[in-house]
């Protein structure tokens, strides 16, 4: 009895890998897997920014979609570049840059699905985006 019933899971979990795999197949010979880019604005985020990264790492974990990260700092003064490059290290996809500001305030490189989250105001937290 229990033979039988190891078989019937075991081709259970089968059949719902193959059509796991048969839909990513079809997902990517379409062309419509978008990886969406999240591009923070930071100055002195120091208290924000490691919660919003893991945060959003957990969120395209859990969603099976991968995120790309970047980080766009405008001369802080505290460890704010020191906590992303440390999760990078750590094998998130982040890419951590120098801005100053300027580009008529609009950092979006003009990606499809790119978000861009300013962190630069005031301390309190913002809404992760939903894509």
Excluded: K
């Amino acid at each position: 009895m229990i033979i039988g019933l190891l078989g019937i899971l075991a081709s259970y979990g089968l059949a719902v890998l193959g059509v796991h795999l048969a839909y990513a197949r079809t997902r990517r010979s379409r062309g419509d897997v978008a990886e969406p880019q999240v591009v923070f604005l930071t100055r002195n985020g120091q208290d924000q920014i490691e919660w919003y990264i893991r945060s959003l790492q957990w969120s395209s974990s859990l969603r099976g979609r991968p995120v790309a990260v970047t980080l766009l700092d405008e001369g802080s003064t505290d460890q704010t570049v020191a906590i992303a490059s440390r999760l990078a290290r750590r094998g998130m996809r982040i890419d951590v840059r120098e801005w100053d500001g300027t580009g008529g305030g609009d950092p979006s490189s003009g990606v499809r699905n790119e978000i861009c989250v300013d962190l630069r105001g005031s301390g309190e937290l913002r809404p992760l985006p939903v894509w």
